[in-house]
């Protein structure tokens, strides 16, 4: 009986961290899916482009601003409340936006849903490591990101898709029923916790925060992901303008590095409890190599396809690697962790593709957010072996004090 209860257990387990996962599809794909949205937003309220493209703007922003505070504001609620309550405010923002004629109105709603869509992402975040034995972060993060890579591969481009045949509205009506669903299943199948267990102190959880090896993790993440996004956000005008495929290879070329992405998590997350230093250290060795390839053969449109499916899956698996990394880091803040695990990522989501456009803007060309990608992992890459190091050399006894002939601490590791 022992046994059969044991397998229940371990299915069950697994199953609601797809259920999560369901939640974080939903919530990628209306992260991801204005891209192609954004003229006809424009059009049918009346509003110029650059305008309409503040909705993406604004959304980031919330995801980034709202990833702590949702996080702190969580711990008033067992977790399956609070990830219930961040998914309805989450699914009832998306039937406002769908049905309002108020650009405004449209644009509190992305802020408003990004909130929720952070708080929700930071609870899950823990939630899903809880589900799971404490040496297997990784792979339960890395099921989670899961929904995220598979919202570019097909959320994204279903919701143009949908923005063609029924206008964008029909976009969000789709997140929201994406979500109703989500909502159902995260209220039966995900645990409530103990509830009757109080979390640390919020003073004490942000003390622990203050953890250089957590501060490190959390810059490299931020690192890692600006030089995903950095270049991703600009492949349609790579492979046209400079790989010279024609505007129709566009929606497969994203989708090509959503696929990588998803196979990057998927293999990342056998990896990342067991040998996170070598995932980091050599993924990001391989990286900023793959970037530099890219940038020089970026007119050749069939190799370089091939290195977007492998940029996509090096990215995510090193990414993912890193967020579990994060709660490794963090034991002190159960709470917090995954909300500025969240708010880095988004930090790097944010500022690489302005870093591009920069560097586009510069009069560089369409190559240069490669090589700006490149040099992000460059530098977490000298920033993980400079930590590393110095580990070393911290925890190597001091053969001239009396106090070396005493254990060894255990060393530290740069992620």
């Known amino acids: 009986m022992f046994d059969v209860d044991f397998r229940v257990r371990s299915f ?46 604004a959304f980031a922003v919330g995801m980034v601003v709202g990833a702590p505070l949702m996080a702190a504001l969580g711990r008033r609620w067992s977790r399956r409340g609070a990830l219930l309550g961040f998914l ?114 919020l003073r004490g959880e942000v003390r622990a925060l203050r953890s250089p090896h957590l501060l490190v993790t959390l810059l490299l993440g931020a690192l890692v992901n600006g030089a995903t996004f950095c270049t991703f956000t600009y492949l349609a005008p790579l492979a046209t303008e400079v790989g010279g495929l024609d505007g129709a290879w566009v929606p497969g070329v994203l989708a090509l590095f959503g696929a990588g992405a998803f196979a990057g998590v998927s293999a990342g997350g056998r990896f990342a409890d067991r040998r996170p230093v070598l995932v980091v250290t050599a993924g990001s060795a391989a990286l900023c190599a793959g970037w530099c390839v890219l940038a020089l053969g970026a007119g050749d449109p069939v190799p370089a396809l091939g290195l977007v499916f492998l940029l996509g899956a090096l990215s995510f698996g090193v990414g993912s690697t890193l967020i579990s990394q994060v709660l490794y880091a963090a034991p002190g803040a159960p709470t917090l962790a ?35 990608s490149a040099g992000l992992v460059a530098s977490a890459l000298a920033l993980a072996v400079a930590v590393a190091a110095s580990a070393a050399r911290a925890s190597r006894p001091d053969r001239s004090s009396p106090s070396s002939t005493s254990s060894p601490s255990s060393p530290s590791t740069p992620v």
């Open 338 to 372: 995954g909300g500025f695990a969240t708010a880095a990522f988004n930090v790097g989501a944010a500022l690489g593709p302005w870093a591009g456009g920069a560097a586009i803007g510069a009069g560089f060309g369409y190559r240069a957010p490669v090589w700006v």
């Open 12 to 57: 069950l387990m697994p199953f609601a961290l797809l259920l999560l996962g369901l939640a974080v599809f939903a919530q990628g794909t209306s992260e991801f899916m204005l891209s192609g949205l954004v003229p006809d937003i424009a059009r049918d309220l009346q509003v110029t482009v650059p305008a309409a493209g503040a909705l993406t703007s």
């Open 88 to 201: 309805i405010v989450f699914l009832a923002v998306h039937v406002v936006g769908a049905v309002t004629d108020s650009f405004g109105v449209l644009l509190a709603t992305r802020v408003v849903g990004a909130l929720a869509n952070a708080g929700f992402l930071a609870v899950a975040l823990v939630a899903a490591t809880g589900m799971v034995g404490p040496d297997a972060k990784g792979r339960a993060t890395s099921t989670l990101l899961a929904g995220v890579t598979l919202a570019c591969v097909v959320g994204v481009p279903a919701g143009a898709l949908l923005g063609q045949l029924w206008g964008w509205r029909s976009a969000f009506w789709a997140v929201a029923l994406l979500s109703a669903p989500a909502v159902v299943a995260v209220a039966r199948s995900v645990p409530a916790g103990a509830a009757d267990v109080a979390p640390p102190s």
